[in-house]
Nanobody, 125 residues
Framework: QVPLVESGGGSVQAGGSLRLSCAAS????????MGWFRQAPGKEREGVAA???????KYAHSVKGRFTISKDNAKNTLTLQMNSLKPEDTAMYYC???????????????????WGQGTQVTVSS
């Protein structure tokens, strides 16, 4: 079991910014794929962004250009910088860790073995 703990959620007005962080113990960030997912009420959990072991990144079309995923291997911390937030970004955001290279499965919830408890992001218009 790899405990993942998210932080940084909150409430913000449209156009604002938030920075989410995910800390883990017992998991080497540098080796595997990490991702951020979100789930709005009544909707399925969806992939937002992922970062591979080599630092390459992938984004959902809806957040590309506004969100940035990054990781600090030395601190074992994953970050999601969210700018120009929209009301439709409102959701519970989850940090997830895989056990291999993600590739084309980066958005697939079944591919990720470890999950955090989530942090709420609310964007008001």
């Amino acid at each position: 079991q790899v405990p993942l703990v998210e932080s940084g959620g909150g409430s913000v007005q449209a156009g604002g910014s938030l920075r989410l962080s995910c800390a883990a113990s017992g998991y080497t960030y540098s080796r595997y794929c990490m991702g951020w997912f979100r789930q709005a009420p009544g909707k399925e959990r969806e992939g937002v962004a992922a970062i591979e072991s080599d630092g390459s990144t992938k984004y959902a079309h809806s957040v590309k250009g506004r969100f940035t995923i990054s990781k600090d291997n030395a601190k074992n911390t994953l970050t999601l910088q969210m700018n120009s937030l929209k009301p439709e970004d409102t959701a519970m955001y989850y940090c997830a860790a895989a056990s291999s290279w993600c590739g084309g499965s980066w958005y697939d919830t079944l591919f990720f073995a470890y999950w955090g408890q989530g942090t709420q992001v609310t964007v008001s218009s």
